[in-house]
């Protein structure tokens, strides 16, 4: 018989979770988006909003840490593991528009598509020990480069 793990016996079911219904929620977006198959410009622009969002959802998350801060161990675990969750979902959100902007490319500039690179790979390092100002950081990079993304495709319409 399979003995229940000792602690905090509900914490790892709600990271299961979370974690479960993360990797469901981008499966049928995939296939979504698999099975619309919208062009280019359109892909691009979907991209950028979905970054937005998730940009501004790590950054509310961050605030909300440094401001109110996690009343038990529990509560401040796994909001820990949602930031992980939520960076890891903005690297795969930076890699695809990487992607799209490569398959754009003459009309947009290298410099450009190697920033929004560099955007997945601080994304990428970002882990649990990372320091606040680390993940500020990121932020402020990553805000600045989805400016620019969204100024070339004003500019490309």
């Known amino acids: 018989m399979e003995k229940a793990p000792t602690g905090r016996p ?11 219904l993360r990797v469901a929620v981008r499966t049928a977006a995939a296939v ?20 937005r969002r998730l940009l501004d959802r790590l950054q509310l998350a961050l605030l909300y840490a440094d401001v109110v801060g996690d009343q038990t161990l529990d509560a401040a675990l796994l909001r820990r593991f949602d930031l992980l969750l939520t960076a890891r979902e903005v690297a795969d959100a930076w890699r695809t528009l990487h992607q799209d902007l490569l398959q754009w490319y003459p009309e947009v500039s290298a410099p450009l598509v190697e920033a929004v690179r ?4 601080r994304f990428d390092r ?14 402020h990079f990553g805000n600045r480069v989805l400016r620019a993304v969204r100024r070339a495709l004003r500019r490309k319409r």
């Open 32 to 51: 979504r988006a698999r099975r619309e198959a919208p062009p280019l410009r359109v892909r691009l622009r979907r991209e950028v909003r979905r970054l």
């Open 118 to 121: 560099r955007a997945a790979c």
């Open 126 to 139: 970002l882990d649990a020990e990372a320091p606040a100002i680390r993940w500020q950081a990121a932020l």
């Open 10 to 20: 509900g914490l790892l079911e709600a990271f299961w979770l979370l974690s479960a």
